[in-house]
């Protein structure tokens, strides 16, 4: 239908009211799809509205948990909201469930970084750049997090591996 595109175009614009205001008249069409709610979430978390966005959102990820466009704008909202914790937890769902999704990555490395753990934010944005297929910073953001001496032995384990990776490509 040619209003979900309208919404869209007129969220991109930054009209968020007209943004809804399409939305609710493809809702009447569409009264069950979840995806609905989701987008309309979206819009107020774009228009300053975290709180109501993590209510609409928060309903649709409950119908369905194992959608992960629910689960990341949700932690995005949560974010936002100024709830770090159950953000955290929701990236890291996505990331168990889309390991492949590099915007999933750029979060969690920001919030990393907010919370002064820059080894760690070094090793997301490390997998945000190699899931872009930026092989140079994710290499470059490798090798900090090789470097930090507070990150887990884990991690630091997973970035050799990643490195190894890389160069072995490479080599091919």
């Known amino acids: 239908i040619a209003t979900y595109g309208l919404a869209l175009l007129e969220a991109k614009e930054l009209n968020f009211a007209k943004a809804l205001e399409y939305l609710d008249k493809v809702r009447v069409h569409f009264p069950d799809r979840i995806l609905l709610d989701i987008d309309s979430g979206i819009i107020l978390l774009d228009s300053g509205k975290p709180e109501q966005a993590i209510e609409l959102i928060a309903n649709a990820a409950g119908k369905d948990p194992e959608d992960m466009y ?32 590099p915007k999933v990555y750029f979060e969690m490395g920001r919030i990393k970084a907010n919370q002064g753990q820059p080894g760690l934010s070094n090793y997301y944005l490390a997998k945000y750049y190699l899931y872009e297929g930026r092989l140079e910073l994710a290499r470059e953001y ?18 050799d591996r990643i490195l190894l990776r890389l160069e072995e490509l490479e080599r091919q």
């Not at 704008?73 to 999704?101: D, I, N, T």
């Not at 490798?142 to 970035?159: F, G, I, M, N, Y």
């Open 142 to 159: 490798l090798k900090k997090t090789r470097r930090d001496p507070s990150v887990a032995t884990h991690v630091q384990e997973d970035a």
């Open 70 to 101: 629910a689960a990341f704008h949700l932690a995005r909202a949560c974010e936002k909201a100024g709830r770090v914790e159950p953000a955290e937890q929701l990236y890291a769902k996505v990331m168990a469930a889309l390991p492949e999704y």
